[in-house]
């Protein structure tokens, strides 16, 4: 089946730091990777996402690469702010049975703190 | 731009009580889909809808039941809730295609 895996949190940084939090993913088809930010109190927003091999994703600074060979689409940002601080869930949609069914498998989160 | 609207953000139960949570999607579109993410857990797939039809189950109880309207919103009944049950539910729309979905903001359950 398909899973995701991120690393674990949390991860505590300085503002203007550089981030990389790690997704790995099993897939049987051809899957779309997504970088959901959950925001303390708050819904699952979409930051990036790629639907084939070597895509980037940005967005606010983020980026991710969908690296088929790897299978990992790593999260990515130059210098961190505050205003970060969320937690990220990585997640991949993969046509599954059923007409226009993509349900999101989710990794485990991985909890950010930016720090002044 | 319209949102996924969900109904009510908050919803405070007794054990064995029911409640129904209601998701009115973006217009437009066509698949709805509702996640259920305990305390500090990822979101689970409970079950999915496309054009009123359900198209996919994942881990929903057989307590829980949902259904698509004709309108395209869409209701998740729950019926002799648990303490475990308590959570937050998420319910997302989507134009199909994996294209990623737009979360509302979802509806917290307690149970008590």
């Known amino acids: 089946g398909n899973s995701v895996t991120q690393m674990e949190g949390p991860v505590t940084l300085s503002e203007e730091a550089f981030l990389t939090i790690n997704c790995t993913y099993t897939?049987?088809?051809?899957?779309?990777l997504f970088w959901y930010v959950q925001y303390p109190g708050e819904g699952l927003q979409l930051l990036l996402k790629?639907?084939?091999?070597?895509d980037k994703g940005s967005n606010k600074g983020f980026e991710a690469t969908y690296r088929k060979e790897t299978t990992s689409f790593h999260l990515e940002k130059g210098s961190v702010q505050v205003s970060d601080s969320a937690v990220y869930f990585c997640a991949l949609s993969d046509p599954h049975s059923g007409a226009g069914s993509y349900q999101l498998t989710f990794g485990k989160g991985t909890k950010l703190s930016v720090i002044p | 731009a319209a949102g996924v609207i969900q109904s009510p953000r908050h919803l405070i139960k007794e054990k064995r009580e029911t409640a129904t949570l209601k998701c009115y999607p973006i217009p437009r579109h066509d698949t709805v889909y509702w996640y259920q993410q305990g305390p500090g857990q990822d979101p689970q797939f409970l079950i999915s809808?496309?054009?009123?039809?359900?198209?996919d189950k994942g881990s929903i109880p057989d307590r829980f039941s949902a259904q698509q309207f004709s309108d395209y919103h869409s209701e998740l009944n729950m019926s002799s809730l648990e303490l475990g049950d308590s959570a937050l539910y998420f319910c997302a729309s989507s134009p199909g295609g994996g294209y990623g979905y737009t979360f509302g903001s979802g509806t917290r359950l307690t149970v008590v």
């Open positions: 809808f496309y054009e009123k039809m359900q198209s």
């Open positions: 897939a049987t088809g051809y899957p779309s």
């Open positions: 790629a639907t084939k091999a070597d």
